[in-house]
């Protein structure tokens, strides 16, 4: 069982920076891959980021390579993402999740999620 806790949304102008941090309850916090994923007004809940349980390999939804860049940190529990050159369009409830597996892209394949939180960007 893993419990996960986001923060660090908030509201900043477009072309700053956020880092996104998921705090992860229970011991086998290191035996998952986890993921980000965002959901706008309107739209459906998209794949944003992905690490494996390692952090030896990291995924990207096209739109994110060279902006954004996920961590972890597993004697923290804990997980980032690091959000640079930000854009209106990036505004959304960003999620963290987890699943005892390879990492995809499939929100439908991830059994824990936290509560989100909102990045806003303005133009």
């Known amino acids: 069982q893993v419990q996960l806790v986001e923060s660090g949304g908030g509201l900043v102008q477009a072309g700053g920076s956020l880092r996104l941090s998921c705090a992860a309850s229970?011991?086998?916090?290191?035996?998952?891959?986890m993921a980000w994923f965002r959901q706008a007004p309107g739209k459906e809940r998209e794949f944003v980021s992905g690490?494996?349980?390692?952090?030896?390999?990291?995924y990207y939804a096209d739109s994110m390579k060279g902006r954004f860049t996920i961590s972890r940190h597993n004697a923290k529990n804990t997980v980032y993402l690091q959000m640079n050159s930000l854009k209106p369009e990036d505004t959304a409830v960003y999620y963290c999740?987890?699943?005892?597996?390879?990492?995809?892209?499939?929100?439908?394949?991830?059994?824990?999620w936290g509560q989100g939180t909102q990045v806003t960007v303005s133009s």
């Open positions: 229970g011991r086998t916090f290191s035996s998952y891959s």
């Open positions: 690490i494996d349980w390692s952090g030896g390999r990291t």
């Open positions: 999740a987890a699943r005892p597996s390879v990492v995809v892209a499939a929100d439908t394949s991830y059994g824990y």
